[in-house]
């Protein structure tokens, strides 16, 4: 039996919500996986390998970066992964 999580919303939430976590898939063989750069330095290198491991277990990669580290993504940016991705990661790098 798993433990519930706890995820902290770095964006100052006042009332923090209640999240449930979706499902995982059994494997990555025919997903798209998106990654999202954040801009911050040297996450393009992290990503670089990541996409390496992801795309030789079956995954397709697409890449995305968000124009700034500064400020949450542009919704416009949001909308096209969720669209377009199984899943997406995001690079935290410095």
Do not use: W
């Amino acid at each position: 039996m798993t433990e519930p999580l706890t995820v902290l919303d770095p964006t100052a939430e006042a009332t923090p919500g209640q999240r449930s976590l979706n499902p995982r898939p059994p494997g990555l063989d025919g997903l798209t996986i998106g990654l999202l750069d954040i801009s911050k330095p040297r996450g393009d290198v992290f990503l670089d390998r990541l996409e390496e491991q992801l795309t030789t277990q079956g995954a397709m990669v697409r890449r995305y970066a968000k124009p700034t580290f500064t400020k949450p993504a542009p919704v416009d940016l949001r909308h096209e992964i969720a669209t377009q991705c199984d899943a997406v990661i995001e690079a935290l790098a410095d």
